[in-house]
């Protein structure tokens, strides 16, 4: 008996219950209409397509609702996808709710915020440390909850915080290979990078933009964000705008998002870090639906390229 959707392979048929991670309306080149699905369980997600869709489809297939449906595995440029046969709402009869559905982070909220914790209360520059707790405070339950994306990464309930969590692990074996990294400002740095994606996304289940999401980003709410706590808490310094630079430079280049490139040594070390935890998220959970011996589906964010899983 299959276990979740990442242990179906291609041509295996399917007969389950699963959760609506988003919609997409589209036409075809017909001009009829139809559904792009993105279907989840706790295991992956797979995407369907619900052709000549009407607009009772539209209310009943929307966003954070369960469907019960059969079909098969397909293969579409290197990707596997649902070929439905059947699908229909669930009922109370069925007896799931969204929560049977929801992959979490591996560790519990309690732990991650005392690793968390312990990070801040070995900061020793008071300016630092009292803006990052200020902030982690202001938004603990939303950080805790929320994850890092939409897609490709961290995109699980509290994937933000055990992103975090990941990268303030990294930066403490590497702060012990190269000393003269400041590590107040490398853990705050972490800590407050992708902060303002709980106000960028909608919440942690069928997680969407905000309309300040898409009008302002996470890195330009974060910025601001810093600004507002240190006039809050009376700060001034040169350490709110290395902290504001931090937030700003960690995607490290313009065309990938950043207003400004790393122009301190620990803004390139949090880039770097921030690259490593996310690309080696996609390629575990990636590797974790094959086999040995086989490759992964095409990873959009990775070059488009399949990963080999070596047989030894």
Do not use: C
């Not at 601001?224 to 350490?239: T, W």
């Amino acid at each position: 008996m299959k276990k979740g959707l990442a242990h179906y392979r291609v041509g295996d048929a399917i007969e389950a219950f699963l959760l609506i991670k988003s919609v997409a309306k589209g036409l075809t080149q017909a001009g009829k209409p139809f559904l792009t699905l993105i279907l989840q369980d706790k295991t992956a997600d797979i995407e369907a397509k619900l052709w000549d869709s009407t607009k009772e489809d539209e209310e009943r297939y929307a966003p954070s609702k369960i469907v019960k449906i059969a079909g098969e595995v397909m293969n579409y440029r290197g990707r596997s996808q649902l070929k439905l046969k059947a699908i229909r709402p669930s009922s109370d009869n069925d007896n799931v709710s969204v929560q049977d559905f929801i992959e979490t982070a591996p560790l519990s909220q309690e732990v991650m915020m005392e690793k968390i914790t312990q990070y801040v209360f070995e900061m020793r520059n008071p300016n630092i440390q009292r803006i990052t707790r200020h902030l982690i405070r202001k938004h603990a339950e939303a950080f805790l909850h929320y994850p890092a994306a939409t897609k490709n990464h961290h995109e699980f309930v509290s994937g933000l915080a055990y992103h975090v969590v990941s990268m303030l692990e990294l930066a403490k074996s590497i702060a012990k290979l190269y000393p003269s990294l400041n590590t107040d400002l490398l853990y705050a740095g972490i800590i407050l990078h992708d902060l303002g994606k709980v106000t960028e996304l909608s919440g942690s289940v069928a997680t969407t933009y905000t309309t300040e999401g898409v009008l302002l980003g996470h890195i330009s709410i974060m910025v601001s964000e810093i600004a507002q706590a240190a006039k809050e808490l009376g700060i001034e310094g040169e350490e709110v705008s290395v902290l504001q630079h931090l937030v700003l430079s960690h995607h490290g280049k313009a065309e990938w998002g950043s207003p400004k490139p790393p122009l301190i040594k620990e803004a390139e070390i949090l880039h770097l870090i921030d690259n490593i935890d996310a690309k080696m998220n996609m390629l575990d959970r990636a590797l974790e639906r094959i086999e040995p011996g086989e490759f992964t589906e095409r990873i959009f964010p990775l070059d488009n390229r399949s990963f080999y899983k070596p047989k030894f």
